[in-house]
């Protein structure tokens, strides 16, 4: 078993902290937290008009990744296209056609996990902006050391030693709006599916199943924080209005 200089065990996540409606002229933010990494995530619209290439008979979405310090480069394009096809997996995009809704993500400080922050930073954002979703979704990164074990929640030392990771994110169908029977895939619940996978380094079939196995057991912990977050809000939010 890995020792890990915070102290934590292999399947331990950090601490987790989402905050939303944090900036004044968004549609929709985020701040979501994870140990030392925090992302924070702003949405803007859905604004009339689509881009050049888009269907206009479907909702458009663009992101925009911005570096805490210096120039945005080939990785930061490459989460831009990650997060865009996550949020067109999980959007319902055919309630607001013709349109074009921005998405910033700005990141505060990076101590590993760094896309997965931003994607559930990106799913707490949109829920506040009130952006039509099939299901929540949540994301996890899991560590392949050289000794073979599997480390959860890396910090950035830890992603930097270890022989491969992979970014996963999974639907949540606990807060879903599609019809029962929409859920199933292949009579699979879509809790069992997987909606992005990112790689960086070479890891084998079977290690790459067990990362799925661990990761897939340990987005429960963070739906359940997910869910409460958001709930605690709404109940907050409505307290104010009455």
Same mark, same amino acid.
């Given at each position: 078993?890995?020792?890990?200089?915070?102290?934590?065990?292999?399947?331990?996540?950090?601490?987790?902290?989402?905050? *939303?409606?944090?900036?004044?002229?968004?549609?929709? /933010?985020?701040?979501?937290?994870?140990?030392?990494? !925090?992302?924070?995530?702003?949405?803007? &619209?859905? !604004?009339?008009?689509?881009?050049?290439? $888009?269907?206009?008979?479907?909702?458009?979405?663009?992101?925009?990744?911005?570096?805490?310090?210096?120039?945005?480069?080939?990785? $930061? !394009?490459?989460?831009?296209?990650?997060?865009?096809?996550?949020?067109?997996?999980? =959007?319902?995009?055919?309630?607001?056609?013709?349109?074009?809704?921005?998405?910033?993500?700005?990141?505060?400080? @990076?101590? &590993?996990? #760094?896309?997965?922050?931003?994607?559930?930073?990106?799913?707490?954002?949109?829920?506040?902006?009130?952006?039509? #979703?099939?299901?929540?979704?949540? %994301?996890? /990164? =899991? =560590?392949? %050391?050289?000794?073979?074990?599997?480390?959860? @929640?890396?910090?950035?030392?830890?992603?930097? *030693?270890?022989?491969?990771?992979?970014? #996963?994110?999974?639907?949540?169908?606990?807060?879903?709006?599609?019809?029962?029977?929409?859920?199933?895939?292949?009579?699979?619940?879509?809790?069992?599916?997987?909606?992005?996978?990112?790689?960086?380094?070479?890891?084998?079939?079977?290690?790459?199943?067990?990362?799925? $196995?661990?990761?897939?057991?340990?987005?429960?912990?963070?739906? @359940?924080?997910?869910?409460?977050?958001?709930?605690?809000?709404?109940?907050?939010?409505?307290?104010?209005?009455?």
């Amino acid at each position: 078993m890995e020792d890990r200089k915070d102290g934590r065990t292999a399947n331990q996540l950090r601490p987790l902290s989402c905050t *939303r409606n944090v900036l004044n002229r968004a549609h929709g /933010c985020a701040s979501w937290s994870q140990g030392e990494t !925090k992302v924070l995530a702003a949405v803007y &619209g859905p !604004k009339a008009g689509t881009r050049k290439n $888009e269907n206009p008979e479907k909702a458009s979405f663009e992101v925009i990744w911005k570096q805490k310090t210096g120039q945005s480069g080939k990785a $930061e !394009k490459e989460y831009e296209m990650i997060l865009k096809r996550t949020v067109q997996s999980i =959007c319902v995009l055919n309630v607001h056609p013709n349109t074009t809704t921005s998405i910033i993500i700005q990141v505060v400080n @990076d101590d &590993g996990a #760094l896309l997965p922050c931003a994607i559930n930073a990106l799913c707490a954002a949109l829920v506040d902006a009130g952006i039509p #979703l099939k299901h929540l979704a949540v %994301a996890i /990164c =899991c =560590c392949l %050391a050289e000794s073979g074990h599997i480390l959860l @929640d890396p910090s950035k030392l830890e992603e930097q *030693r270890m022989k491969a990771f992979v970014y #996963l994110v999974f639907p949540n169908s606990t807060l879903s709006v599609l019809p029962e029977e929409s859920l199933e895939v292949k009579g699979e619940p879509m809790e069992h599916g997987l909606i992005t996978s990112f790689t960086h380094g070479v890891m084998s079939v079977e290690d790459y199943i067990r990362c799925l $196995e661990r990761g897939r057991a340990a987005t429960s912990k963070l739906s @359940d924080f997910l869910r409460r977050s958001l709930q605690s809000q709404i109940q907050s939010d409505s307290s104010k209005l009455g």
